[in-house]
């Protein structure tokens, strides 16, 4: 073990460069502790295997039976023997469960200033949703122009297609969901990798310290075109991705489209919610939407519910899930009434509503 960790180190510290032969580069601040985490599942593997084989090579033939009087001696076995090969084994066992844990619970908690980014895959490419103090853009892959462009290979494919763009340095935090099956939103380089399901939001982050760009694959067969659902995340230095950013809010107003927050403030207005919920902490038959993201929510019946975006999504399309201590259960479903880029713009809205 002592002589273990050094080599443990150095593949972890390899990795961080150009990748090794089991690894892609580690590109983002959490690659490295999941390859800490393989190394040393790894190796202890490798020891385990080596020590087994040789043991069982050394006792094949010194154990051999060599003639018909050649018996096996009445062995009684040994304490010491018995605790050595179960306590050994169950600490490095304790290991893996340890550095994975802590790894796993870096990966599951964004920290509170990431940047939000949406993430919505559908059949099949992935479109990406920004927003900056209630404006929003979208960069989006267009199947068609792809696949001209792209023909049978799926890497132009790729090429072709919208990527995610993201400051160095800084966390981004993904929501994620889809528009029809079930996609996996994956990142080598990154070590993320997460299940984009229809219907509900799921919640991935990292943190790319240098520019450059990465591969995104589509993780979960998800139809015929699923070895093309290629796309990209560029890393950009802050200056750089900020005047990115400027160009694609003017782009986005220039056409005059509405997404995200925008569209949900329009459809706030049109579709009737304003008849219920007001903005400005007021109550009407419905509770007010201002302070309501990130809040923890009364129920009736005594439960409480963290308001965020699934159960905005949930409240919008099926409003009887869940009802509010003191309010009557008095909404509309919207299920089937809004576009899932409707839902998404309410939410949007309804979080900028302070
Ligand atoms: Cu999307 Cu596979």
Same mark, same amino acid.
């Given at each position: 073990?002592?002589?273990?960790?050094?080599?443990?180190?150095?593949?972890?510290?390899?990795?961080?460069?150009?990748?090794? $032969? !089991?690894?892609?580069?580690?590109?983002?601040?959490?690659?490295?502790?999941?390859?800490?985490?393989?190394?040393? *599942?790894?190796?202890?593997?490798?020891?385990?295997?080596?020590?087994?084989?040789?043991?069982?090579?050394?006792?094949?033939?010194?154990?051999?039976?060599?003639?018909?009087?050649?018996?096996?001696?009445? *062995?009684?076995?040994?304490?010491?023997?018995?605790?050595?090969?179960?306590?050994?084994?169950?600490?490095?066992?304790? =290991?893996? $469960?340890?550095?994975?844990?802590?790894?796993?619970?870096?990966?599951?908690?964004?920290?509170? #200033?990431?940047?939000?980014?949406?993430?919505?895959?559908?059949?099949?490419? !992935?479109?990406?949703?920004?927003?900056?103090?209630?404006?929003? $853009?979208?960069?989006?892959?267009?199947?068609?122009?792809?696949?001209? %462009?792209?023909?049978?290979?799926?890497?132009?494919?790729?090429?072709?297609?919208?990527?995610?763009?993201?400051?160095?340095?800084?966390?981004?935090?993904?929501?994620?969901?889809?528009?029809?099956?079930?996609?996996?939103?994956?990142?080598?380089?990154?070590?993320?990798?997460?299940?984009?399901?229809?219907?509900?939001?799921?919640?991935? !982050?990292?943190?790319?310290?240098?520019?450059?760009?990465?591969?995104?694959?589509?993780?979960?067969?998800?139809? #015929?075109?699923?070895?093309?659902?290629?796309?990209?995340?560029?890393?950009?230095?802050?200056?750089? $991705?900020?005047?990115?950013?400027?160009?694609?809010?003017?782009? %986005?107003?220039?056409?005059?489209?509405?997404?995200?927050?925008?569209? =949900?403030?329009?459809?706030?207005?049109?579709?009737?919610?304003?008849?219920?919920?007001?903005?400005?902490?007021?109550?009407?038959?419905?509770?007010?939407?201002?302070?309501?993201?990130?809040?923890?929510?009364?129920?009736?019946?005594?439960?409480?519910?963290?308001?965020?975006?699934?159960?905005?999504?949930?409240?919008?399309?099926?409003?009887?899930?869940?009802?509010?201590?003191?309010?009557?259960?008095?909404?509309?479903?919207?299920?089937?009434?809004?576009?899932?880029?409707?839902?998404?713009?309410?939410?949007?809205? *309804?979080?900028?509503?302070?």
């Amino acid at each position: 073990m002592i002589t273990l960790l050094p080599t443990l180190w150095a593949g972890a510290a390899r990795a961080a460069d150009e990748g090794t $032969f !089991w690894m892609p580069p580690a590109a983002s601040t959490f690659a490295k502790d999941v390859d800490f985490v393989f190394y040393y *599942i790894y190796f202890i593997d490798v020891a385990c295997f080596v020590v087994m084989m040789a043991a069982m090579i050394y006792f094949a033939i010194k154990y051999k039976q060599r003639g018909p009087n050649d018996t096996t001696p009445n *062995i009684k076995g040994s304490h010491a023997l018995e605790i050595g090969w179960s306590v050994l084994p169950g600490v490095l066992m304790v =290991g893996m $469960f340890w550095f994975g844990f802590q790894g796993w619970m870096d990966m599951a908690v964004p920290p509170a #200033d990431a940047m939000e980014v949406r993430v919505i895959g559908q059949k099949w490419n !992935w479109t990406y949703q920004y927003s900056f103090g209630g404006k929003s $853009f979208e960069v989006a892959g267009d199947d068609q122009a792809c696949m001209d %462009a792209g023909g049978e290979n799926p890497e132009k494919y790729n090429d072709c297609s919208a990527p995610l763009v993201v400051p160095a340095g800084q966390a981004v935090k993904l929501v994620m969901n889809s528009r029809d099956v079930l996609h996996s939103f994956y990142v080598p380089d990154f070590r993320v990798k997460k299940d984009v399901v229809p219907g509900r939001y799921t919640v991935a !982050w990292f943190e790319a310290p240098e520019p450059g760009v990465h591969k995104v694959f589509c993780t979960e067969y998800c139809g #015929d075109k699923h070895g093309y659902m290629y796309s990209r995340v560029q890393v950009l230095p802050q200056a750089e $991705f900020d005047a990115w950013k400027d160009a694609q809010l003017a782009k %986005a107003e220039a056409e005059g489209a509405l997404t995200g927050a925008a569209l =949900g403030e329009k459809l706030y207005a049109s579709k009737g919610c304003a008849g219920c919920h007001k903005i400005n902490g007021e109550r009407l038959v419905g509770p007010p939407l201002n302070g309501l993201f990130g809040r923890e929510e009364q129920l009736e019946g005594g439960a409480t519910a963290m308001v965020d975006e699934a159960y905005l999504r949930e409240s919008i399309l099926v409003p009887a899930a869940k009802i509010v201590a003191g309010y009557p259960p008095a909404m509309t479903p919207y299920q089937g009434l809004l576009s899932e880029a409707e839902v998404e713009g309410l939410v949007e809205y *309804i979080k900028t509503l302070k």
